[in-house]
């Protein structure tokens, strides 16, 4: 059974789910825009039987707290802040991460500062290289270059019901398998009070983390994690030359190339969930016992 559960992390309510027994291996799951823990539902209980799960609504996303932009940075700095202060809450040391979107700049921020908790990477369509990015990127670049009125319009349509509904939909082979919750609940989330104005700060702050590419990119290979990479194809915002690029600085990683879109466990879910478990089996817990 997954549990709902709910605490405090600097002064935040921070909403989180968990299951599966904390005695086995530790997995923790970092999505990504405009989603929640929400994204993970189908995947926690299918890999509970295997490992200890947990994933969190950051900031301004999910059931989490959404504070004042003008007192709260709405940053990738201070979101790995408040995700690294949870992941000490809950007593995880080294464990498995599962980054997808904003997930790899928040989770590559928090395994800059601690290495050592990095025992295996799975990376879905999470982005480190800049050939990942897409041309729908081209509105975040224009922000970036000049932060406007005009340049923030532009992108409100990425925080309406149907900019969120195309998110989930755009490159799925079958939309049947992808439930209107998603972007209903996301669009719930979107109307509260200040939530358009975290996500336009984040996509500004977006600019910090291809400045921090090369970073990332030498951490993985300073410490070459063993990871599993499954990047679906179709991606709205991510290409597959994003994924590939992986292999450049971890030529030993596995990848997989879905047939799938950004939000690849709608669609995908038993190939992701099986080759999570078996990857672990074949790779990390066979190098541990050996």
């Known amino acids: 059974m997954t549990l709902h559960k709910m605490i405090k992390i600097d002064g935040l309510s921070i909403f989180y789910r968990e299951a599966g027994d904390p005695s086995n291996p530790k997995l923790v799951l970092l999505g990504g825009f405009p989603a929640s823990s929400h994204q993970f539902r189908n995947l926690i209980p299918a890999v509970a039987d295997r490992f200890h799960v947990v994933s969190l609504g950051y900031p301004g996303f999910g059931h989490s707290d ?75 670049l224009s922000l970036w270059q000049q932060r406007t009125p005009e340049a923030e319009q532009a992108l409100l349509p990425l925080l309406s019901l149907e900019g969120i509904k195309m998110i989930y939909q755009h490159g799925h082979r079958d939309l049947t398998r992808i439930s209107p919750d998603n972007w209903n609940m996301d669009f719930q989330f979107m109307e509260r009070p200040n939530a358009r104005r975290a996500h336009l700060d984040l996509f500004y702050d977006y600019r910090t983390n291809v400045a921090l590419y090369p970073k990332w990119q030498e951490l993985l290979r300073a410490h070459r994690p063993e990871t599993l990479i499954l990047w679906g194809q179709h991606d709205l915002f991510f290409t597959p030359e994003g994924g590939e690029a992986y292999l450049s600085d971890l030529p030993d990683a596995e990848l997989h190339r879905l047939d799938s879109g950004h939000f690849a466990i709608e669609d995908s879910l038993d190939e992701i969930a099986s080759n999570i478990k078996r990857f672990y089996a074949e790779r990390v817990a066979a190098r541990t016992a050996a």
């Open 66 to 140: 959404v504070p004042d932009p003008t007192t709260f940075p709405y940053a990738f700095d201070r979101m790995s802040e408040v995700v690294e202060a949870w992941i000490n809450h809950i007593g995880f040391e080294r464990m498995g991460l599962y980054l997808h979107d904003y997930g790899a700049p928040i989770g590559f921020r928090i395994l800059t500062r601690h290495p050592n908790w990095m025992e295996w990477l799975i990376l879905q369509n999470a982005n480190a290289y800049e050939v990942g990015l897409s041309p729908a990127w081209a509105g975040l």
